[in-house]
Structure formats: C-alpha cells, structure tokens
C-alpha cells in the first residue's frame, strides 16, 4: 500500500498540470477543469493496480482526461436539451452557457477571438476535436495521438486534416463577419 501511494503522489505531482490543461483546453472553463482534475486522478488512484504499462502513464492519462472531458460534455449537452423541453432551473445561466471561456491563458482583450476560435472547435466531431487539441495545442505527434484516442495513425492525420479544413472554413466565414462589425 506504500508503494502504490508513493507512485500515486509521484504520478499526480508529474502529471497534475498536463490534465488540467488538458481538461481546460477542453472544456474552456475553469471550474469544469478542475473538476475533471479531481475526477482523473480520484480514477487513476483507484485503478493504478490495473495499470499494465502497455501505454506510457501520460498516454493512459490523457485517455482518462478526455473520456472526463466528454462526459462532462454529454451532461451538460442532455442538460441544455432537457431545459429545451421545459423544465426550467432556478439557475438559467447554468443550462444555457454549457461553456464560457474562462481560460487564464488567454488575454482580456484577446478573448473575443479566442471565444470565436473555441466555438468553432467546439462544433467540430468529438474525434475530430479530440485530435486536433492533442495535435495543435498539446503538441503531441501523432503516433501519441493514435495511442491515446486508440485508433491508426493515419486515422489521427486524416482528423486533424479534416478539424482544421473545417475550421478554416467555419472561422473564414465568422473572422470576415466579424472584421466587417468592427469597422
């Protein structure tokens, strides 16, 4: 039982940053993230005697974060669609806004842009979105990539060519839009 916390606190101290930025970069807020952190780790504490190291700990890691990520997505999706139909909260703000940018990365006065961009991400495939966030903000390659979301490598080059043709799209449309209102 020491052993396996020493390796615990070992894996949280090296890895607690990645899965928030993980989580944040997701999710886009804060709150969110850290929660999923708390979750990932709760998970990775009760099950680190099944790990079999077929996969490094970073890529197991990531596997765990994303599936947190799109759980919390799927419940507030099913939240928002349940408000839809007429039951109401005495918190509307909570069903209707599933995401807000609260990412402390980004600048005040970059966040306009930056609420446009995850916006388009966020309309993108899970798979899609999944792949281009561990490609283009993460920087993972793309064999890391293929062993996190357990698909080929060459399933991973064509999601991320599709997420970014359509995000060149989708933002072409909303940056041109939007350049003309600022005018």
Request: hydrophobic content about 35%.
């Amino acid at each position: 039982m020491q052993q396996s916390n020493a390796a615990f606190e070992s894996m949280y101290q090296e890895y607690k940053t990645l899965v928030f930025n993980m989580a944040l970069h997701y999710l886009q807020n804060r709150e969110d993230a850290e929660e999923v952190t708390q979750d990932v780790f709760v998970k990775v504490y009760h099950s680190l005697h099944t790990f079999n190291h077929q996969s490094s700990p970073k890529t197991w890691l990531y596997r765990i974060t994303i599936n947190q990520c799109l759980d919390v997505v799927k419940k507030k999706n099913s939240r928002k669609r349940f408000y839809i139909f007429g039951s109401k909260s005495q918190d509307e703000k909570e069903y209707l806004n599933a995401t807000t940018l609260e990412h402390p990365g980004i600048l005040m006065e970059h966040r306009e842009d930056a609420q446009i961009l995850f916006d388009a991400i966020n309309t993108l495939t899970e798979n899609q979105k999944t792949a281009f966030l561990l490609s283009k903000v993460e920087g993972l390659p793309n064999p890391e990539i293929a062993a996190v979301m357990e698909v080929s490598i060459s399933s991973v080059e064509s999601l991320v060519f599709r997420a970014k043709a359509s995000l060149q799209e989708k933002l072409g449309e909303k940056f041109e839009t939007y350049r003309k209102k600022k005018k």
